[in-house]
């Protein structure tokens, strides 16, 4: 970066097992985003995200979108050989903390009418860069494929085994239109200015599938309130006829979010992980069928047994 004057490094939350990234300020007070791979998928990735930033930035000055994103302004090649380190204009706000998000027609909305700008952006941005691109059948089929890879660890309880196949199989909660989707999508990501949406950040896994996806950790996580706004904010920003299955493929991948987690550990050979995938579903495995087994409860007769 010529004539950057770096004055102040900060190591940044967005540091993981695959990536190092610091903010740098320069003399100016400006912000910029540097990130590095730890390995070289990483590094393919991050190269693969580099033009959709410069796809997205074109699509925010033609009015497409709202929302900023990273723009990249410059890269170094790394000794290592694992890729380059890419350094990028920061998005404007700061992360988003769901927590504080109230129901209603401010931030709630907000956050539901960026997400449908997302979903409605035209496949093409996405396909013509490479990057993945499912339809409805070909997404129901790799979730099936990762539920099969799951089951054959002996890790995944049966009970949750059969309500993800049960709902895998049900067609009729399949039939989507496919869009743009963000793919990693969650407080994290979303970046807040003056109770708005101000930018969209990590954007390596986007590809074109199931927008049901983007909404996931809503469901896991936002009150009833902020999510009822969420989704209506959304529904009236879509042009797509309305999709009346939208969140229960949501609740599905955020449940399966804990097996692809567990999988994770698999490849990996890391037994913490693995450990705490197990954990996870486990809890989740106790959550969902405890609630079953009280609803199933008749009045002043013990409890049914669960489904």
């Not at 920061?90 to 992360?95: D, L």
């Amino acid at each position: 970066m010529p004539g950057l004057d770096v004055y102040d490094v900060l190591r940044s939350p967005h540091s993981d097992a695959d990536f190092d990234v610091v903010v740098v300020k320069d003399a100016t007070g400006r912000r910029w985003l540097v990130r590095a791979p730890r390995r070289a998928a990483a590094g393919a990735a991050l190269e693969a995200e580099r033009g959709l930033l410069q796809a997205l930035a074109r699509a925010k000055d033609a009015g497409l979108v709202t929302f900023a994103v990273p723009i990249p302004a410059g890269a170094a090649t790394l000794s290592d050989g694992e890729g380059r380190a890419i350094v990028y204009k920061e998005a404007p706000g700061a992360p988003l903390v769901l927590a504080e998000v109230v129901g209603g027609p401010g931030l709630a909305a907000s956050i539901g009418k960026a997400l449908a700008s997302v979903h409605e952006l035209p496949p093409q941005l996405v396909e013509d860069l490479g990057l993945a691109s499912y339809s409805a059948e070909e997404h129901r089929e790799r979730r099936l494929a990762e539920l099969d890879a799951g089951v054959q660890t002996g890790f995944v309880p049966p009970r949750l085994a059969d309500r993800w196949e049960r709902q895998l199989e049900n067609v009729s909660w399949w039939r989507f239109e496919p869009t743009v989707v963000h793919g990693d999508m969650g407080e994290h990501q979303l970046l807040v200015r003056e109770e708005l949406i101000s930018g969209i950040v990590d954007w390596m896994d986007a590809r074109v599938a199931d927008p049901a996806d983007d909404l996931a950790w809503l469901v896991a996580s936002a009150p009833e309130d902020v999510l009822d706004s969420v989704v209506e904010a959304y529904g009236m920003a879509r042009r797509e006829t309305r999709d009346p299955h939208l969140l229960d493929r949501a609740r599905l991948s955020s449940e399966m979010a804990l097996l692809r987690w567990l999988m994770y550990g698999v490849r990996t050979e890391d037994d913490a992980i693995i450990a705490d995938g197990k954990g996870m579903l486990a809890d989740l495995e106790a959550l969902l069928f405890e609630e079953s087994d009280v609803e199933a409860e008749p009045e002043g007769g013990d409890p049914e047994p669960a489904a």
